[in-house]
Protein backbone atom coordinates (compact mmCIF):
# COMPACT_ATOMS: atom_id res chain seq x y z
CA UNK A 1 0.00 0.00 0.00
CA UNK A 2 1.30 3.59 -0.97
CA UNK A 3 1.03 6.53 0.57
CA UNK A 4 -2.30 7.60 -1.40
CA UNK A 5 -4.15 4.59 -1.23
CA UNK A 6 -3.44 4.86 2.66
CA UNK A 7 -5.15 8.20 2.10
CA UNK A 8 -7.94 7.18 -0.03
CA UNK A 9 -8.74 4.13 2.51
CA UNK A 10 -8.44 6.97 5.50
CA UNK A 11 -11.26 8.48 3.74
CA UNK A 12 -13.19 5.93 3.05
CA UNK A 13 -13.15 4.99 6.53
CA UNK A 14 -13.33 8.07 8.32
CA UNK A 15 -14.48 10.70 5.40
CA UNK A 16 -15.75 13.57 8.14
CA UNK A 17 -12.51 13.18 10.39
CA UNK A 18 -10.01 15.88 10.15
CA UNK A 19 -6.77 15.27 8.11
CA UNK A 20 -5.38 18.59 9.00
CA UNK A 21 -5.43 21.22 10.98
CA UNK A 22 -4.71 24.55 9.54
CA UNK A 23 -4.91 27.36 11.91
CA UNK A 24 -9.05 27.63 12.50
CA UNK A 25 -9.25 25.27 9.19
CA UNK A 26 -10.22 21.78 9.63
CA UNK A 27 -9.54 19.98 6.32
CA UNK A 28 -11.68 16.01 6.10
CA UNK A 29 -10.37 13.22 4.59
CA UNK A 30 -12.82 13.07 2.16
CA UNK A 31 -11.78 17.04 1.55
CA UNK A 32 -8.44 16.47 1.58
CA UNK A 33 -8.96 13.66 -1.21
CA UNK A 34 -10.83 15.69 -3.53
CA UNK A 35 -8.05 18.30 -2.99
CA UNK A 36 -5.29 16.01 -4.17
CA UNK A 37 -7.60 14.94 -7.29
CA UNK A 38 -8.01 18.85 -8.14
CA UNK A 39 -3.97 19.22 -8.33
CA UNK A 40 -3.12 15.97 -10.11
CA UNK A 41 -4.45 16.81 -13.27
CA UNK A 42 -2.04 19.93 -13.79
CA UNK A 43 1.12 18.23 -14.05
CA UNK A 44 -0.24 15.31 -15.78
CA UNK A 45 -1.76 17.15 -18.35
CA UNK A 46 2.15 18.15 -18.88
CA UNK A 47 3.29 14.68 -19.43
CA UNK A 48 4.76 14.19 -15.68
CA UNK A 49 4.61 10.37 -15.15
CA UNK A 50 6.06 7.94 -12.43
CA UNK A 51 9.51 8.91 -10.92
CA UNK A 52 9.87 12.40 -11.94
CA UNK A 53 10.49 14.73 -9.73
CA UNK A 54 7.87 17.77 -9.10
CA UNK A 55 8.78 20.65 -6.84
CA UNK A 56 5.93 21.69 -4.50
CA UNK A 57 5.89 25.23 -3.83
CA UNK A 58 3.07 26.14 -1.40
CA UNK A 59 2.67 27.96 2.29
CA UNK A 60 3.47 25.64 4.90
CA UNK A 61 -0.23 24.75 4.76
CA UNK A 62 -3.08 22.39 4.04
CA UNK A 63 -2.55 23.04 0.23
CA UNK A 64 1.33 21.47 0.58
CA UNK A 65 -0.35 18.57 1.80
CA UNK A 66 -2.50 18.11 -0.56
CA UNK A 67 -0.12 19.24 -3.45
CA UNK A 68 2.10 16.68 -2.02
CA UNK A 69 -0.67 13.99 -2.16
CA UNK A 70 -1.48 15.23 -5.65
CA UNK A 71 2.24 14.26 -6.74
CA UNK A 72 2.07 11.15 -5.38
CA UNK A 73 -0.98 9.79 -7.52
CA UNK A 74 1.62 10.30 -9.84
CA UNK A 75 3.78 8.25 -8.45
CA UNK A 76 6.60 11.05 -9.06
CA UNK A 77 8.35 11.89 -6.29
CA UNK A 78 7.56 15.34 -4.03
CA UNK A 79 10.68 17.80 -3.83
CA UNK A 80 9.45 21.19 -0.90
CA UNK A 81 10.96 24.94 -3.18
CA UNK A 82 10.19 26.91 -0.13
CA UNK A 83 8.29 29.98 -1.13
CA UNK A 84 11.17 31.59 1.46
CA UNK A 85 13.69 30.73 -0.90
CA UNK A 86 15.62 33.41 -2.89
CA UNK A 87 15.54 32.70 -6.73
CA UNK A 88 18.97 31.45 -6.75
CA UNK A 89 18.44 28.78 -3.72
CA UNK A 90 15.53 27.80 -5.91
CA UNK A 91 17.28 27.62 -8.63
CA UNK A 92 19.74 25.66 -7.32
CA UNK A 93 16.71 23.23 -6.23
CA UNK A 94 15.80 22.71 -9.53
CA UNK A 95 19.25 22.33 -11.02
CA UNK A 96 20.64 20.04 -8.48
CA UNK A 97 17.97 17.60 -8.43
CA UNK A 98 16.77 17.89 -12.07
CA UNK A 99 13.54 18.69 -11.05
CA UNK A 100 10.61 18.05 -14.34
CA UNK A 101 8.64 20.85 -12.45
CA UNK A 102 7.21 22.89 -9.72
CA UNK A 103 3.62 22.64 -8.09
CA UNK A 104 2.70 25.68 -6.99
CA UNK A 105 0.35 28.29 -6.14
CA UNK A 106 0.03 29.66 -9.77
CA UNK A 107 -0.95 26.18 -10.74
CA UNK A 108 2.24 23.63 -12.52
CA UNK A 109 5.70 24.75 -14.49
CA UNK A 110 6.73 22.00 -16.95
CA UNK A 111 10.98 22.10 -16.69
CA UNK A 112 12.00 19.05 -18.29
CA UNK A 113 10.64 15.89 -19.82
CA UNK A 114 14.34 13.74 -18.78
CA UNK A 115 13.67 11.09 -16.49
CA UNK A 116 15.65 11.48 -13.37
CA UNK A 117 18.44 8.79 -12.18
CA UNK A 118 16.64 7.68 -9.66
CA UNK A 119 19.17 5.02 -9.06
CA UNK A 120 16.52 1.90 -8.88
CA UNK A 121 14.82 3.47 -6.04
CA UNK A 122 11.37 3.78 -5.71
CA UNK A 123 11.65 7.57 -4.10
CA UNK A 124 8.36 9.41 -2.55
CA UNK A 125 10.44 12.33 -1.51
CA UNK A 126 13.48 14.03 -1.55
CA UNK A 127 14.68 17.10 0.76
CA UNK A 128 17.56 19.30 -0.65
CA UNK A 129 19.71 20.86 1.71
CA UNK A 130 22.58 22.77 1.93
CA UNK A 131 24.17 20.80 3.51
CA UNK A 132 24.87 22.68 6.81
Known amino acids: ?25 VITYSALVAQTHELAPQPRAAGIHAGQRIGISFPNSAAYIAATFAVWRLNAIAVPVPLESSPEERDRI ?31 FIRFTSGT
Do not use: C, W, Y
Not at 1 to 25: C, H, W, Y
Not at 96 to 111: H, I, T, W
Open 1 to 25: MNLTELLDASAQRFPDKAAVIDGDA
Open 94 to 124: IVSLKLNGVLGQKGFEKLSTELPNNHGLNLA
